[in-house]
């Protein structure tokens, strides 16, 4: 890991410039975790506006240090679904092997092999917290913790590389809506689940914004029966753990409708991932 007091950080970018401000931080969530320091470090300086930093790269082993060294399952919990946004939030790596974010906007003040020695640190560490899943899915189902079990689901699916399915779930964390969009006339496609929240239908306009739009029906399917591995395996997982909303809704999200606009016959999940 890169030594907290090494003079690297001053050249890492975060949000605001850069990151020397990070070790403190660190350093004080070591301790005491639960505090408005780790607030601060978590969702202004490592991830801000839907965006990780090179800065977050090099402080994530240090939070997965902490997961698995404490005995507080409430910190081991929180750090997987902190770093699993960070990773569904990653982009690719280059052609020379380092992740974009260091490339982005700016040239990097770095040589190219302390990248890719911060990026192999980081690897590392989210390998070894993604071994800690079938721990976290045994939180999960003892409900000992109130973590959304969406935010579990959407952490395990960034953790084993299917990021659409967690951005996805991050961006309708509260499963009360969902878009999809028609391949054929790009219109979007408003997916609300009735007054019991368990079966979804679809809508032409956001019925919320339009009170009286005309809803449509959605023929449900059995995700478990789809040829999409990453959609069994997010259903594989709500099953493990419980999640009763997910779990009434992703038949629907599994299943098929036409178009309100064009009447194509669409399929949904793939419309939601446009």
Known sequence: MLDLASPVWGKLHGPYGLSDRVPALIEHIQDDYFSEEKEELYWELLYHQNTIYPCTYAA????VEI???TENPGILLDIFITCGIFEASSENT???GVPSEFLRDHTPLLD??????????????????TEQTESILHLARMEEHNADKH????ADAAFRGDKDIANMLLTFSEGDEYVTVCPTCDQSIYLWPDEEEEILFAYEDDPVAHGTAKRFSII??????T???GLQKLYQRALEIGDKKLLAHLPYLAGELNCCSCETPIHVWTGLFP
């Open 94 to 96: 280059t052609q020379m």
């Open 151 to 154: 935010y579990i689901l959407a």
């Open 67 to 69: 997961a698995l060294k």
């Open 220 to 225: 449900a399917k059995k995700p478990d029966m």
């Open 227 to 229: 040829n999409d591995s």
């Open 112 to 129: 190219q092999e302390t990248i890719r020695e911060i990026y192999r640190d980081y690897r590392c560490a989210i390998q070894s917290l």
């Open 60 to 63: 994530v082993p240090y939070l």
